[in-house]
């Protein structure tokens, strides 16, 4: 049973940093991509980055890239966003999501991804 929880979003000035995380859970030996997407009311969802699980490639979209970096630690099987400069425009809801299949790509595209977590509200105050 693959899960995906997020947490430590939160409320921040614009400028400021934040750093939210996927504790990923069963079978991870089988995760091939690792990706944050976020969605802003009204807004469809957006890409914002993925790496490959076990590393050596890594993919931003290009409204935060400069700003936001993804990695993992391998021995919890956590993944972090560290999210910093950040800009009202950043506000949204964020979104952990898992592929388990295909190839070990970093995709933007949203439909290649399997499992999702249940989000984290990011919230920049300008």
């Known amino acids: 049973q693959v899960q995906l929880v997020e947490s430590g979003g939160g409320f921040v000035q614009a400028g400021g940093s934040l750093r939210p995380s996927c504790a990923a859970s069963?079978?991870?030996?089988?995760?091939?991509?690792i990706a944050w997407f976020r969605q802003a009311p009204e807004k469809e969802r957006e890409f914002v980055a993925a790496?490959?699980?076990?590393?050596?490639?890594?993919n931003y979209g290009d409204s935060v890239k400069g700003r936001f970096t993804i990695y993992r630690d391998n021995a919890k099987n956590t993944v972090y966003l560290q999210m910093n400069s950040l800009k009202p425009e950043d506000t949204a809801v964020y979104y952990c999501?898992?592929?388990?299949?295909?190839?070990?790509?970093?995709?933007?595209?949203?439909?290649?991804?399997?499992?999702w977590g249940q989000g984290t509200q990011v919230t920049v105050s300008s």
């Open positions: 069963g079978r991870t030996a089988n995760y091939h991509v």
């Open positions: 999501s898992a592929r388990l299949r295909g190839m070990v790509v970093p995709s933007s595209n949203s439909d290649e991804y399997d499992y």
């Open positions: 790496r490959s699980w076990n590393g050596g490639s890594t």
